[in-house]
């Protein structure tokens, strides 16, 4: 059974430009959770998703977006990018709602400059 | 506001003694814990977890510990290997909620020495 996909693994983009991040979850995984992980802060809450709807969002600027298809892939966007989005930005699935379940995938390792 | 902290950023033993990893919260909410172990450039992996109406549960060589009163959690490993370095995470929620928010630690960076 694969795991929970996250694509590019690594990225590099320069201050102002905007980049999309994908994930594809477990398959028959139906939320999907993005976390931003930076060094000192330990992992932080980006939003969640189920059903296509943006279920619980954290406190994130509206820099950071995100979807969710049909088939549960989901993608989140950052916009205008500063230094300080410079993380690991993870994804987890989950079969269903609730804290039990989740299986993270490897990140996506953006660097701002 | 850090409703869950781990205060301790790393953590050094020798391989075959016991390591324990400590976690405080401050939302009284939450009623579901759980353990992460975290590889450099992996993502996280589930380990181990609790609910709130118990104290104590225990998979192989690791158990977690809960102490609702003192909103404290502890993951003991015994023995430990060194194979088991790495960062530890610890996180809660609302279990069942309408939601698959994890609140997160800081982590602790376990070495394990040979």
């Known amino acids: 059974k694969a795991g929970v996909t996250q694509t590019p693994r690594y990225l590099i ?49 509206g820099r950071f ?3 969710q298809f049909s088939n549960s892939r989901s993608e989140m966007n950052v916009s205008t990018l500063e230094l300080g989005d410079s993380a690991l930005y993870l994804c987890a699935s989950s079969p269903d709602r609730g804290a039990y379940g989740y299986t993270f995938g490897s990140g996506t390792r953006l660097t701002v400059v | 506001d850090q409703q869950v902290k781990q205060n301790s950023p790393s953590l050094s033993v020798q391989e075959g003694r016991i390591s324990i990893l400590n976690c405080d919260y401050t ?6 814990f759980l353990w992460y172990k975290k590889y450099p450039a992996e993502g996280p992996t589930f380990l181990i977890s609790i609910s709130s109406i118990k104290d104590k549960n225990e998979d192989g060589r690791f158990t ?3 102490n609702k009163s003192a909103k404290h959690l502890s993951l003991h490993i015994v023995p430990s290997q060194p194979g088991d370095s790495a960062v530890y995470f610890c996180a809660a929620s609302v279990y069942g909620g309408a939601t698959n928010k994890l609140i997160f630690g800081t982590g602790t960076l376990l070495a394990v020495q040979p």
């Open chain 1, 65 to 67: 977006s995100g979807r």
């Open chain 2, 27 to 32: 939302n009284s909410m939450f009623d579901y």
């Open chain 2, 64 to 66: 977690v510990f809960l």
């Open chain 1, 13 to 61: 983009k320069t201050r102002g430009q905007q980049v999309t991040l994908s994930c594809s979850p477990i398959s028959g995984h139906r939320s999907v959770s993005w976390y931003q992980q930076t060094p000192g802060q330990g992992l932080q809450f980006l939003f969640e998703y189920f059903s296509e709807t943006q279920r619980n969002k954290g406190n994130f600027p």
